[in-house]
């Protein structure tokens, strides 16, 4: 399993774009948490899938003008 942590500007343009590029990987999104902050969005995202798809799904992400950060951790469960 990954955890995807990403914070983007508080826009639901931003967001709408985040969800349809991850709606693009094959993966298996298993839990997704959005806070929204004053100006922020902090999205917590759980993902499972074959590691190619969960790399390409971050590369795609990180390459998005509105994402600010992204964190990928590998977690064992």
Do not use: C
Not at 36 to 59: F, Q
Request: no cysteine.
């Amino acid at each position: 399993m990954t955890r995807i942590n990403i914070t983007a500007p508080k826009s639901l343009d931003a967001l709408g774009r985040i969800i349809a590029v991850t709606r693009r990987a094959k993966v298996n999104v298993v839990n997704m948490q959005i806070a929204a902050d004053t100006t922020i969005y902090r999205i917590h995202m759980d993902v499972n899938g074959d590691p190619d798809e969960v790399n390409w799904l971050v590369a795609k992400l990180d390459k998005l003008p509105e994402v600010l950060t992204i964190e990928e951790i590998h977690i064992n469960r």
